[in-house]
Structures are given as structure tokens and as C-alpha cells.
């Protein structure tokens, strides 16, 4: 077994101490998911066909969501052919998409559905080396993409993240929780567990979205054989910048997911119950591709009293086993960097200092390291197998500050004015306006905790 700069223990307690995005290295030199480039796959799944979704390469003010791609099901073989520049029949539904018109991304699969009667390849990826013993491919999803290939800037509403790449590079914007206000967060499209960002964050449109002016860019390009720490709700826009990239990442669950379910319930009862009503501005795609159905309102409101129910009775049996538990309030209770219950105990351990390095480098904030220069540019940090290189990229952007602005409101919907921007002032509201407020992770954030402070209100009678 090869030596490894960090142990299990000493990984959990980097995790637990990080509040900002690292990128970990020399972690996975022995896994055998080191070997799952694109022509490994290929071979592994035969005749399988996965879905792909598919994307014009442009550069647009707007983000591409799900609702609005192609999707084409293929054979990693014929993806492969593809990637390559051929354009006969061993493409297959390729064929009707150009190489250099078009990107395609086989996103969201997982491990255990594609390899259900190769359950040995579950061993190719091994989050033990991270502290979660027993944990590997089946509790992980992989990524295969083209040059490209981009994920719309979003937060995941649980848990953390960890991301390993395997073959090519992925570039990765990461913006910290508190800049929520600067990137316009919508449920239109919605997708239970993601809450989008308005903004195209490559190219933003600063006359509709001008708080975005203040959102702090964290760039990173993820290179092969590096593993990737998101923490818990930080925004991430990810594209693929090689002709093929490969990556598998794991969604690590936490304590906290027991209120982010109740949040989620609600969020999905106020969404199905409005773009279900019968109206003018109804009319739009709005549900994601990745969702089944739409379910009723009795059963959303059911699924919201599981959650409720679930959430209490986690909290009711802390404060059973913890004495200095009892009586609190769900809001009163601290929590770590993970969401987990502090007590009066860890309170006296004294915290963990995390020692950067040759095998841990943090993602820089991009205002950070362009502070002196008069016009932002945006950088990333390329990092090598064995150091970190800054290089700047061509790509003209809005200077980030140290504070998210505050005082812009959410955009209305409408037409453009007559110099040919957005009317803000006159504009119409719609249907999806109404949600983007409603549904602010802010204001979903308090109504829950109000929600859940009366229901133990009412079993404390």
C-alpha cells in the first residue's frame, strides 16, 4: 500500500476544521479508479447505453439548465468515437451533433446502477483513505464529459462534497455561502436538492444581475489523480476544459441534512402547489429532467410531516442523551463545520490547525489575488501533482469584493426597455418571481425553524 501524505484521522480532521474549498493530493496514487479513463469504461459497460445530455458551445449571458439541452442515449464507445472526430456511424445518435458545435456530458450516474453486475468496481474508489470507513463506489457518481461539458452554477442543499478526477481536467467556480445575495438563487428549474443561480457565471450579464459584481470567485482546475473538498452550500459552477474528462464524486451526508429535508419538503410543496395552478405564465419548462413526476399536494404535504417528524425526533434524542441539550431550541443548538452537534465537552478541545502544504492546497478567492490590478481578471489555481502554479485567464470579469452586496432586490421579469436593457422599475411579475422570493434559501430558512420552534411548542403540552 502506497504511503500517503495523511491518514484517515488526520483527513477527518482537516474536513472538519476547512471552511473554505481544498484540494487534496498524492490521496489516490493506489486506487484503481485511477485507471477509469474513458477507453477503461468503455470496455467495462460494453453495450450499455447511458444518457447524455447536450450543449451548444457558446458562451451565453444566461445559464444552459437541463430543461433546456438535448439528450441522445449512446454507448461510452460511441461517445469515445466521437470525442475523436469521427462522424460515421460508429457515433451513433452523435452524429447529429458536430464536435465543434456541440458538447456532451454524462452526468449524475451512479456507480451502483451502472455497475450492478460488476459490483468490483465499487472497489476503484475508496473514501476510507478519507475517514468513512466502508464507503466506496457505492455511494458515488460519475461524471463524463467532453470539452465543454459545464454543470450550471449551483448549491447542493445537503451535505458536503468530495470529488475525485480521474482523466482530463475540470475547472470549478466556488462562491462561499454568505454570497447567496450576489448570485440570484432560483428553484426554476426545480430539482429537489439544488437551488440554481440566475447568473451565467463565465459571462454575467452585469445590467440584470449587478450584485455579482461583489460574489467572491474561488477558481480551481482539478487535475487527474486529485480529490476535491466542497464544503456544505458552497456554490459551484464546473466545466470540463480537456476533450474528455472523467470524475467521481461522493455526496458525504450530516447532521444537519435532517433540517435541510425539512427545507426541501417545503420548498417542493410551495413549488408544485403554484406551477401547478392553471395560469398565463404556467406555461414554462420548469421541472428538471432528473425529476420524476410531479407529485400531489397531499402527497408533498405528507412527505413535509415525515420530514418534520424526523427532524424532531433527532432533535428530541440528543436532548435525551445530552443533558445540556434539553430545553433548547433547534436554532439554539451550535453545530461544527460538518453540522454536528457541539457539546460541552468538544467545546474544550481546542481546534484543529490545518497546515497547508505540497499535499493540501486551498482555493485562493480570485479578489484575493487580483487586488492590485485595475480591471478583474479572473485566475485559477492549476495545480500540479506536487505543487500549486497561478496563472491568469484571458476572460475579462467584475471585481470581487470582500463583502456580498446587500441592497440589489431579486430582478423582476420583463421586457426589454427602450435602450435595449431590462426594464427593472415597470416590469411584470410573474409566477417564478413570486418563487425566487418565497423560496430564497434565506427566507426557506426561517420559515422552517418557525415551523419547527411551534411543533415543539406543541408536544411540550
Not at 451533433?97 to 468490483?120: G, I, M, V
Not at 417528524?309 to 443548538?333: H, N, T, V, W
Not at 435602450?419 to 418571481?433: C, L, Q, V, W
Request: aromatic share 10%; charged share 25%; net charge negative.
Amino acid at each position: 500500500m502506497a504511503t500517503k501524505p495523511f491518514s484517515p484521522t488526520e483527513v477527518q480532521k482537516i474536513i472538519q476544521s476547512l471552511h473554505k474549498p481544498a484540494v487534496f493530493l498524492n490521496m489516490t496514487d493506489d486506487w484503481p479508479g485511477r485507471e477509469w479513463t474513458l477507453e477503461h469504461l468503455a470496455l467495462c459497460l460494453g453495450e450499455k447505453s447511458v444518457c447524455f445530455r447536450i450543449g451548444k458551445q457558446t458562451e451565453e449571458k444566461a445559464p444552459l439548465f437541463e430543461t433546456e439541452c438535448s439528450y441522445v442515449k449512446a454507448t461510452l464507445a460511441e461517445f469515445l468515437c466521437w470525442t475523436r472526430g469521427s462522424s460515421d456511424s460508429s457515433v451513433g445518435p452523435f452524429t447529429a451533433y458536430p464536435l465543434s458545435e456541440y458538447w456532451a456530458y454524462a452526468d449524475y450516474k451512479y456507480l451502483a446502477l451502472l455497475f450492478q453486475d460488476n459490483t468490483a468496481m465499487f472497489k476503484g474508489v475508496v473514501w476510507s483513505d478519507f475517514g468513512y470507513p466502508g464507503r466506496d463506489g457505492r455511494e458515488s457518481t460519475l461524471w463524463i464529459g467532453a470539452n465543454g461539458a459545464n454543470t450550471p452554477c449551483h448549491l447542493d442543499s445537503y451535505g458536503c462534497n468530495l470529488v475525485f478526477q480521474v482523466q482530463g481536467r475540470k475547472r470549478w467556480h466556488l462562491f462561499p455561502p454568505e454570497d447567496a445575495e450576489c448570485l440570484y438563487p432560483t428553484r426554476i428549474p426545480y430539482e429537489e436538492s439544488s437551488v440554481f443561480s440566475k447568473v451565467s457565471v463565465i459571462k454575467p450579464d452585469l445590467c440584470i444581475f449587478p450584485a455579482f459584481r461583489r460574489a467572491r470567485a474561488h477558481v480551481v482546475t482539478l487535475q487527474p489523480g486529485q480529490v476535491l473538498f466542497v464544503p456544505r452550500h458552497w456554490w459551484h459552477y464546473v466545466e470540463s476544459i480537456d476533450p474528455v474528462t472523467v470524475s467521481v464524486n461522493s455526496w458525504i451526508e450530516m447532521e444537519v441534512d435532517d433540517k435541510a429535508r425539512v427545507e426541501e419538503a417545503l420548498t417542493k410543496t410551495i413549488v408544485c402547489a403554484l406551477k401547478t395552478t392553471p395560469s398565463l405564465d404556467n406555461k414554462d419548462n420548469w421541472l428538471n429532467p432528473t425529476e420524476e413526476g410531479i407529485a400531489s399536494h397531499d402527497e408533498n404535504m405528507q412527505y413535509l410531516n415525515l420530514a418534520v417528524k424526523a427532524c424532531m425526533d433527532k432533535i428530541s434524542s440528543y436532548a435525551e442523551s445530552r443533558p445540556e441539550f434539553a430545553g433548547q431550541s433547534s436554532a439554539a443548538l451550535k453545530r461544527d463545520s460538518l453540522g454536528h452537534l457541539k457539546t460541552t465537552a468538544n467545546n474544550a478541545v481546542p481546534s484543529f490547525s490545518v497546515s497547508f502544504g505540497p499535499h493540501l492546497i486551498p482555493v485562493m478567492c480570485v479578489a484575493d489575488e487580483t487586488q492590485k490590478q485595475t480591471t478583474a481578471n479572473f485566475k485559477e489555481t492549476s495545480l500540479s501533482k506536487d505543487s500549486a502554479q497561478v496563472f491568469s485567464q484571458n476572460r475579462a470579469k467584475p471585481q470581487a469584493t470582500d463583502t456580498p452586496g446587500k441592497e440589489e432586490g431579486v430582478r423582476l421579469s420583463g421586457g426589454p426597455a427602450e435602450d435595449g436593457r431590462h426594464s427593472e422599475k415597470y416590469s411584470h411579475i410573474s409566477t417564478n418571481d413570486v418563487l425566487d422570493c418565497l423560496l430564497h434559501p434565506d427566507v426557506i430558512t426561517l420559515v422552517t425553524q418557525l415551523m419547527l420552534d411551534r411543533r415543539r411548542e406543541l408536544d411540550s403540552k
